[in-house]
């Protein structure tokens, strides 16, 4: 007789233990041992390790397999969290099989590398494709997963037990303390700006009460193009578009510069929103709401600011499409910015949160459910990055933009403008794009001063690569092997046609020819869900808290005619209260960290059980840790501190 020394793992996470009866058979080359009850008389509770000795009549050779399974307790199933299992076999080897998955009834769980395992992992995959399925939410856009209710999530896809009543429960306290107020149902407009201040006031951040304090400076204008919540539209400017006439006259008053030589000089910027153009824009309390597609060129001062020098609110030049200049009257010129700020945020919320974070996240998660089993190196890399995103964005689907939705209800692209915007999105989106080394560089963005997304999010480019190339490495050492991976070549067919709907000129690989080439697509992936998510995620309420600052949507036209706008023309234009108090209160819930956050680099469970890939783990949370240090010594000294990309503060996947 020959002894398996057995440690079976449960989870930290709550409710993760079971009253089951919990068995399990060892499977290995030279046969198996019986199906044998481990739970006996005690039960496995959250976070014990609990050793059990399975004996056998002789050795099994090399383990290959062990299958978990369940029987009720009193007629009940219940769902159980295993961390891992490890075995010690008579020969002193050591083998550990990670699971982190939910158990109902049976799972089967075996190293790779031989027939039965290559058998187990296609039966695995054949389950995954019956509970992943692709599904349509409307043309156009990127594919997302099917589900009809959130309960038909898989357990292990879903909300922790934590962050599932933290999420509801403030969703829920946020709109009552609005209904409190009456101040949801109030179809009134603004009266005074103070008014807006008394209801934000119940709510703020320090950096919510700074935009407060300064939302009608130029000087901030121009600094939310490169620290704010959307740093994604700004490029710099060699020669202007002809439909944005701006002449020097109108900018420059002393005659000293000129357009043509600051732009040769590498001064000058633009933001063009024309994705906008021709967008159906929503009706809200009855009335038609507007959203303009303006054009705006910005200046680099020699003290190294971002100015801005002139807006053009629609893209057809006319004689009743006015350019406005900081020179024009106080409201005139405010105004205009407001219409900016109010663009910018629609353009924000859809193209670079909604797609470009959260929706392509989903199908790199759904891709990778679907193609590559537990085993798989890209498996175990990425699914902690893929942690509570299928549920955010069902709930998005369903609470932000269903009809009844508060993004539909509220925002001028609500509705059918907000498809229009998505799709247009998606077919202008670029693999380079989404790379950011290469995004800044075609932006023209590598030496402009102050600019805290780019500085910090290249150093987390660099790292992230370093770090996936340290672990795929390890497992790919040429690029044949890479060729050869039909699992992972169909990770990436899916993502192509699921995620990019095809588009050969989006310039996304439809197949891996090279390691290089899979390393610079998972940092990619890795990135977006993290890094590129929190600098358009965590900023939502500091910089769209207070209203004026961010109005997604406008309820009067933009002036046709200058020095006739008034503090009243802008409180008229202003979205009214109730339309205010929902959109604060979603991008409050939106800006929340759950108790249970996982920053990034950080991997509570053990996928990997080699010394490898672990020691590359370790070094990349030592980098992280470096470099947080770093950005928080930075913030001290700035007046207004970018704490967006500080990687404690960066979450390892889309989950809000
Ligand atoms: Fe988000």
Known sequence: MVNYELKIFTSTSAWSSTLNYVYIKLVGTNGESERTLVSGSTCFITNVVSCVTLTCHASLGELVLIEVDKQP??????????????????????????????????????????????????????????????????????HCMKTDDIHD?????????????????????????????????????????????????????????????????????????????????????????SNFPVTDNMVFLHGQESLADEMSNGNIFLCDYKILDGVKTNTINGKKQYLMAPLVLLQKTPDGKLMPIAIQLKQDPAEDNPIFCPTDSEYDWLLAKIFVRSADSNVHQLNFHLLRTHLLAEVFAVSLLRNLPMVHPLYKLLIPHTRYTLQINFLARKKLISADGVFTQFTASGGEGMITILRSSLSSLTYSSL??????????????????????????????????????????????????DTELQKWIGDIFEHGFLSHEDTGV??????????????????????????????GQYDFGGWMPNAPLTLQRPPPTKKGEATEATMLATLPDVNVTVQIMDTLWLLSQ????FVPLGQYPEDHFTEETPRKVISDFQGDLEVLSTTIRVKNRKLELPYPYLDPAEVENSVAI
């Open 73 to 142: 307790f009193l007629m009940q199933y219940d769902n159980w969290f295993p961390a891992k299992v490890e075995v010690k076999s008579p020969e002193g080897k050591t083998y550990s099989f990670p699971i982190y998955r939910w158990i109902i009834d049976t799972l089967r769980v075996y190293e790779d590398h031989n027939h039965i395992g290559r058998y187990s992992r296609e039966q695995e995959l054949k389950q995954r494709e019956k509970d992943y399925c692709w599904d349509e939410f409307a043309s156009g856009i990127p």
């Open 153 to 241: 999530l898989p357990c292990e896809v879903r909300f922790s037990f934590t962050k599932e009543i933290e999420f509801d429960f403030t969703a829920v306290t946020d709109l009552l303390q609005s209904k409190l107020h009456g101040l949801t149902e109030s179809q009134k407009k603004w009266t005074t700006i103070d008014e807006i201040g008394r209801v934000f006031s119940c709510r703020t951040t320090e950096i919510s009460e700074y935009i407060r304090e300064h939302w009608m400076d130029d000087e901030l204008f121009g600094y939310q193009f490169l620290n704010g919540v959307n740093p994604m539209m700004i490029r710099r400017c060699s020669a202007l578009p």
């Open 435 to 484: 790379c950011m080394p290469e995004d800044i560089a075609e932006r023209g963005l590598e030496d402009v001063p102050n600019f805290y997304y780019r500085d910090d999010g290249l150093k987390l480019w660099d790292i992230i690569h370093r770090f996936v190339k340290g672990v795929l490495s390890h497992y790919y050492k040429k690029d044949d092997e890479v060729q050869k």
């Open 509 to 538: 690989p439809q197949r891996f020819t090279t390691v290089d080439e899979l390393i610079k697509f998972v940092t990619m992936v890795i990135f977006t869900g993290s890094v590129q998510h929190a600098a358009v995620n965590s």
């Open 593 to 596: 960290q759950s108790s249970d």
